[in-house]
């Protein structure tokens, strides 16, 4: 299916036209009839003889209403430039063309209207070349001229057989399955309740399908779909489509609102473009500069920050960033236009090459290198560009920021991880790194656990949370189990070590000074003598330090098992076995009876115990212990 819009001077006979070749007055508001004047979009549709039925987006002409015509031109397939034969070309025709020209519109043709008006055929064949000039250096060049009479009805058949050809050849629109429709029209009627109209692309829309609408991000239901004023089930890319939704009011909702499937499509106020500026434009388009920047139908206040200049001279092309004044809910390949507030003009526009940039030093090499790969790079290289920018992130992610249909992003992404330019974290490659975004994740690591080490000598390892934390502050939307799968990697690569709720480097190793060994030896000694009545948790601290002891806890040469009560490892094992022999022999013990087999004090044998029931060994039955 495709979509044709108007396209010319105020005047020249675009609605007219489109009542003659279709039967339907586009003109829908009570200002518009009155004053015989496009002011909104209009909307129409026609079956063409091959019986594909085209819809036609109707935009008015006047200079004051061009940014209701940009709303409406966003998303046709094909052009109908409109000049009336007894006027020929007027300031709307070449802006309108510029525009179309700057939206890549390659698909036209012209009717030379109002061709009952004229009656010199010399006229006729000036304003013809006319024409022929004015669209040299277009993306309409070559252009079929047809002169026609929306009065007498002159040409009408020979504008649908060619508009009939040009469609045949116009290859439809692509669908990667994120269907997309750029809102032009909200209204609501009775018994049925919001109702928003646009153009499909990128996908397909289906009758019960949850939608989300950005960048509000209310989610909703579509309730009925149109095409043509005909139900349907189903809409597909590349119609005019009406849809009436569920769970959302018609005040929350405006034109430039972008209804599409949830969870896949971010708005963003920051976006990197390549900038055209009209060769005709009044001056150069300068650093800092304040525009009207409008894409699909939305129109949103935006500064230009040059990257590579200080000013893009008329008919010159440059890297921009542009910051906007509200979301906008783009993705990459999106064409835009921009024109200056005051007084209101069209200077330029071009196409979206990253919709979720950082913020960029101007006129840094390595900058522009990577929009130049982003704009014309092949696709590795534009997925490479896109994950080195927010990595690591999901290989669905990463395809659907790309731009690039499904097929050649994933073909893409093979000859990558197959090439080692790509690697995937986990055995699922659910998460996917650069192999230099991986080596700067790794620095970063271990230059985190070189920190934590030499801050904190006598620990053995990092907290496993606090590095999580740490990652956290650093990586966009760090999950659990993205964590564990760098943890993963990076051990089995031999970059850290894990031992259990703790993370260090290879090398690292508690490391005593004379002195602390000379008191640790000491603290060791006293442990021998005594084994089942050593020091308790504070006299250890008091020979030692709370560092050193924590460090020797660590280590696992001390075992803690109350707050006052610790054994030498050796000793807590012996005492550990011995009691679970006693169990299996007996079945049954008491404190008073491990009190009495190592010859120690109470206090000692009900830390123990109280251990062991902590650590489910043993379960306490009134005054006595069995084995769990």
């Known amino acids: 299916m495709h979509v044709i819009g108007t396209a010319g001077h105020v005047d020249h006979g675009k609605s007219m036209l489109v009542k003659a070749l279709t039967g339907i007055d586009p003109d829908r508001l009570?200002?518009?009839?009155?004053?015989?004047?496009?002011?909104?979009?209009?909307?129409?549709?026609?079956?063409?003889?091959?019986?594909?039925?085209?819809?036609?987006?109707?935009?008015?002409?006047?200079?004051?209403?061009?940014?209701?015509?940009?709303?409406?031109?966003?998303?046709?397939?094909?052009?109908?430039?409109?000049?009336?034969?007894?006027?020929?070309?007027?300031?709307?025709?070449?802006?309108?063309?510029?525009?179309?020209?700057?939206?890549?519109?390659?698909?036209?043709?012209?009717?030379?209207?109002?061709?009952?008006?004229?009656?010199?055929?010399?006229?006729?064949?000036?304003?013809?070349?006319?024409?022929?000039?004015?669209?040299?250096?277009?993306?309409?060049?070559?252009?079929?001229?047809?002169?026609?009479?929306?009065?007498?009805?002159?040409?009408?058949?020979?504008?649908?057989?060619?508009?009939?050809?040009?469609?045949?050849?116009?290859?439809?629109?692509?669908?990667?399955?994120?269907?997309?429709?750029?809102?032009?029209?909200?209204?609501?009627?009775?018994?049925?309740?919001?109702?928003?109209?646009?153009?499909?692309?990128?996908?397909?829309?289906?009758?019960?399908?949850?939608?989300?609408?950005?960048?509000?991000?209310?989610?909703?239901?579509?309730?009925?779909?149109?095409?043509?004023?005909?139900?349907?089930?189903?809409?597909?890319?590349?119609?005019?489509?009406?849809?009436?939704?569920?769970?959302v009011s018609k005040n929350e909702l405006r034109r430039g609102d972008v209804v599409t499937t949830p969870g896949w499509l971010k708005p963003t106020q920051l976006v990197d473009v390549r900038l055209r500026c009209l060769a005709d434009a009044p001056r150069p388009l300068r650093h800092n500069t304040m525009l009207k920047f409008f894409s699909g139908s939305a129109e949103v206040v935006?500064?230009?920050?040059?990257?590579?200049?200080?000013?893009?001279?008329?008919?010159?092309?440059?890297?921009?960033?542009?910051?906007?004044?509200?979301?906008?809910?783009?993705?990459?390949?999106?064409?835009?236009?921009?024109?200056?507030?005051?007084?209101?003009?069209?200077?330029?526009?071009?196409?979206?090459?990253?919709?979720?940039?950082?913020?960029?030093?101007?006129?840094?090499?390595?900058?522009?290198?990577?929009?130049?790969?982003?704009?014309?790079g092949t696709p590795q290289e534009v997925l490479l560009q896109f994950l080195q920018i927010e990595e690591p992130c999901q290989a669905r992610e990463l395809i659907e920021r790309s731009g690039l249909t499904d097929q050649v992003a994933t073909e893409a992404l093979e000859e990558l991880l197959a090439q080692g330019q790509v690697l995937a974290l986990g055995g699922g490659g659910q998460y996917l790194v650069s192999k230099q975004g991986w080596e700067a994740l790794l620095e970063r690591l271990t230059s985190i656990l070189g920190d934590y080490h030499r801050r904190n000598p006598l620990h053995k390892g990092m907290p496993r949370g606090e590095l999580r934390e740490y990652l956290r502050r650093r990586i966009r939307g760090l999950s659990s189990k993205l964590f564990n799968e760098i943890m993963t990697r990076a051990a089995s690569e031999g970059k850290l070590v894990e031992e259990g709720a703790i993370v260090r480097l290879p090398e690292h190793r508690v490391r005593f000074t004379p002195d602390q060994q000379r008191r640790v030896d000491q603290l060791l000694a006293a442990f021998e003598r005594e084994p089942y009545t050593p020091p308790s948790v504070a006299e250890a601290r008091a020979m030692v330090g709370p560092e050193v002891l924590n460090a020797l806890i660590e280590e696992g040469r001390?075992?803690?098992?109350?707050?006052?009560?610790?054994?030498l490892a050796e000793t807590y094992e012996e005492m550990v076995e011995r009691v679970i022999a006693r169990l299996r022999r007996e079945g049954r013990i008491t404190v008073a009876q491990v009190r009495d087999m190592f010859a120690t004090s109470r206090k000692y044998a009900l830390a123990l115990m109280e251990h062991l029931d902590k650590r489910k060994v043993t379960e306490r039955v009134g005054d006595e212990r069995v084995l769990r």
């Open 30 to 247: 009570k200002e518009e009839k009155e004053r015989q004047m496009t002011i909104d979009l209009g909307f129409a549709w026609l079956t063409l003889p091959s019986g594909e039925q085209v819809g036609i987006v109707d935009v008015p002409g006047h200079k004051d209403f061009i940014e209701n015509m940009l709303a409406g031109v966003g998303g046709i397939d094909a052009a109908l430039l409109v000049v009336a034969a007894d006027e020929g070309v007027m300031p709307q025709t070449r802006e309108h063309l510029a525009i179309l020209d700057l939206l890549g519109v390659k698909s036209g043709l012209v009717a030379l209207t109002k061709v009952d008006l004229v009656d010199d055929p010399e006229w006729l064949e000036l304003v013809e070349a006319e024409v022929e000039e004015l669209l040299e250096g277009t993306t309409l060049a070559d252009a079929p001229i047809i002169p026609v009479s929306a009065k007498t009805g002159q040409g009408l058949p020979e504008l649908v057989a060619e508009l009939d050809a040009l469609l045949q050849r116009t290859p439809p629109r692509r669908d990667l399955g994120r269907p997309r429709l750029s809102i032009d029209r909200v209204f609501s009627i009775t018994g049925f309740g919001t109702v928003v109209t646009g153009t499909l692309v990128d996908g397909a829309f289906e009758l019960g399908q949850e939608v989300e609408i950005l960048p509000q991000g209310i989610k909703a239901r579509i309730r009925g779909l149109q095409t043509h004023k005909r139900r349907i089930e189903r809409a597909m890319p590349g119609s005019r489509v009406a849809i009436n939704l569920a769970g």
């Open 558 to 567: 001390l075992v803690k098992v109350s707050e006052d009560v610790i054994f």
């Open 302 to 376: 935006a500064r230009a920050r040059l990257l590579d200049s200080e000013a893009i001279p008329p008919g010159e092309e440059g890297w921009v960033q542009l910051r906007l004044a509200k979301p906008v809910a783009l993705i990459k390949g999106d064409r835009f236009i921009v024109r200056q507030p005051s007084p209101p003009l069209t200077i330029g526009g071009g196409v979206v090459v990253d919709p979720h940039p950082r913020r960029h030093r101007r006129f840094h090499p390595e900058v522009l290198k990577r929009l130049e790969a982003l704009a014309y």
